[in-house]
């Protein structure tokens, strides 16, 4: 369950912005008026400004997954492929440790997710749909800098190619 948006312990929290009020501001507004592309991002910026970490991010999945079961398919996959990102970020080796009284429920957030992920890959997916996913699962399974090298991996003209590499994979 959420650690709810009244309980004091926020104020323990820090983000990538330091404190907690603008997170849990975006939260009470994606929860008053349904969570919506430009507010995910925001919420994701507050909890994991490009790759950095924070104490919050570990109270944002289990938000992200009850938020996601009332949105419509596909933004339903893309909320749980940024929980899904932010475990990947809690296995980096720089990344803050998990606080005490979240750590239940980042731990038991984690295989609804999981599932999630997989229960998503059917169908056709494209190139971009198939690597987010697989990112998120990466992270959910613990292995967020495997996620990393995936993240990337990019497909032009063709041929694959990855963002720390020079040469085209072949």
């Known amino acids: 369950m959420p650690m709810p948006l009244d309980d004091p312990r926020w104020s323990l929290l820090n983000t990538a912005y330091e404190n907690t009020a603008e997170l849990v501001d975006y939260l009470r507004q994606a929860y008053a008026e349904g969570l919506q592309q430009d507010l995910l991002g925001e919420i994701m910026n507050q909890a994991?400004?490009?790759g950095d970490s924070s104490t919050?991010?570990?109270a944002v999945p289990a938000h992200l997954l009850e938020l996601a079961w009332a949105t419509e398919e596909p933004f339903r996959t893309e909320?749980?492929?940024?929980?899904?990102?932010i475990y990947g970020n809690a296995c980096q080796p720089n990344a803050?440790?998990?606080p005490d009284f979240l750590r239940d429920?980042?731990?038991v957030t984690r295989e609804p997710l999981l599932e999630a992920m997989r229960g998503s890959l059917t169908g056709e997916l494209d190139f971009y749909d198939l690597k987010y996913?697989?990112?998120?699962i990466a992270g959910l399974v613990g292995h967020g800098r495997f996620g990393e090298v995936i993240e990337g991996i990019e497909f032009h003209k063709d041929r694959f190619h990855h963002n720390g590499w020079d040469e085209p994979i072949r």
């Not at 909320?79 to 990102?85: K, R």
């Open 79 to 85: 909320v749980i492929i940024y929980a899904g990102m």
């Open 105 to 107: 429920d980042f731990e």
């Open 133 to 136: 996913r697989f990112v998120a």
């Open 56 to 58: 919050a991010m570990y």
């Open 48 to 50: 994991c400004h490009q």
């Open 96 to 98: 803050p440790a998990c």
